[in-house]
């Protein structure tokens, strides 16, 4: 089994990011409001991206 290139997710990473880096969390919060907004992709767009990111972790050289 390979190691993940991401550290765990925990409760404590959202505001230690927005503590850190307030204008990058906004443009996040910002970013992801829009894509997920109702009609804002078909129904099956969003799938697509993350099948892609995480064929990309699989398959990336390290």
């Known amino acids: 089994m390979t190691e993940s290139v991401y550290h765990p997710a925990t409760p404590e990473i959202g505001p230690r990011r927005a503590q850190l880096a307030p204008a990058v969390n906004e443009?996040?919060?910002?970013?992801?409001?829009?894509?997920?907004?109702?009609?804002?992709?078909?129904?099956?767009?969003?799938?697509?991206?993350?099948?892609?990111?995480?064929?990309?972790?699989?398959?990336?050289?390290?």
């Open 27 to 62: 443009a996040f919060d910002n970013f992801s409001r829009a894509v997920f907004a109702e009609g804002a992709l078909p129904e099956p767009g969003y799938a697509h991206s993350t099948l892609a990111l995480h064929a990309m972790g699989e398959t990336a050289p390290r």
